[in-house]
């Protein structure tokens, strides 16, 4: 037990560290949700209204916490490349934790990148009341500020963690299927652009057509982002105990694909031949 621990720990810290230096990659991954609600927030509350903004932030966070989830997945890849895997397989620990713990690194920098972009968020919340008294209106400048709810806390946690758990998963199970690091950013972009955009995170998918709303309660992305509905008690269209049960259930079936690849085509094999 105590070797397992310390085998989790050991490369938790390390993916963390990692994401840590990489200063560009955070900064990135602040951007693109920003300029989501800017630009996309900004131009759809012309046309639907000015709760727009309100109903697009979860999707957003959700957004930024299945990149976040994806690109932790690419470490298998790399770890693979680089050869480093082949001390992960040699460790006494068996197959199965490596993915386990892989799935938990980039469940952290996922959720890492989720807090971030929440503290930039209240950040500019606040200075927008702050300087409402002032007679200055920021909500000009950024169109979601004052259009939201405070989050409920305990779903907000409940619904980035099971979501960023989830997304990790994912992340991991295309590494496992990727033959080559290239081959894990085009299949990584196959994967998440058809997840969001049939997840509900743009707008309501109860009235879409017949097959494109099948397709959208069959995505586990679609879960995570009502949690977040409801944590910012916004637009949810799912009982928030059923959309823990399917994602959770979808999280436990990808780690198990993701095990049976893993196991099957030789964890210790290098992508460049």
């Known amino acids: 037990m105590t070797e397992i621990y310390s085998f989790y720990r050991a490369v938790i810290v390390r993916e963390t560290r990692k994401l840590l230096r990489q200063r560009d990659r955070l900064s990135a991954a602040m951007v693109r949700p920003i300029l989501w609600l800017w630009v996309i927030g900004g131009g759809m509350q012309a046309l639907a209204g000015p709760g727009y903004t309100a109903r697009l ?3 957003i966070v959700g957004m930024t916490v299945l990149f976040g989830g994806m690109v932790g997945g690419l470490s298998l890849a790399f770890d693979r490349d680089a050869g480093t895997m082949r001390l992960l397989v040699t460790s006494p620990v068996r197959q199965h934790h490596i993915l386990i713990v892989k799935s938990l ?3 952290v920098a996922a ?3 989720a ?4 503290l930039i968020l209240g950040v500019l919340e606040a200075l927008h009341w702050l300087v409402l008294k002032a007679g200055f209106d920021l909500s000009s400048l950024f169109p979601w500020l004052g259009k939201s709810e405070w989050p409920n806390l305990l779903w907000l946690l409940t619904g980035l963690t099971l979501s960023s758990v989830a997304c990790g998963t994912l992340g991991v199970l ?3 299927f990727a033959k080559s690091i290239d081959g894990f950013a085009v299949m990584m972009n196959f994967v998440i652009f058809p997840l969001f955009f049939f997840s509900g995170a743009l707008y309501p998918t109860a009235p879409m057509p017949y097959f494109a709303r099948l397709l959208s309660q069959l995505n586990p992305f679609t879960y995570c982002v009502d949690l977040l509905r409801h944590a910012f008690q916004s637009h ?3 009982n928030a105990a059923y959309s823990v049960i399917v994602l ?3 999280t436990v079936v990808m780690l198990w694909v993701a095990c049976w690849q893993f196991s099957r085509q030789g964890a210790v094999i290098p992508l460049r031949k």
């Not at 807090?115 to 929440?118: D, S, V």
């Open 248 to 250: 959770t259930a979808a």
């Open 57 to 59: 932030l979860p999707g």
């Open 236 to 238: 949810a269209e799912f």
């Open 105 to 107: 690194a980039a469940a």
């Open 115 to 118: 807090g971030l972009l929440l």
């Open 111 to 113: 959720l890492v990148q």
């Open 174 to 176: 295309c590494g496992t």
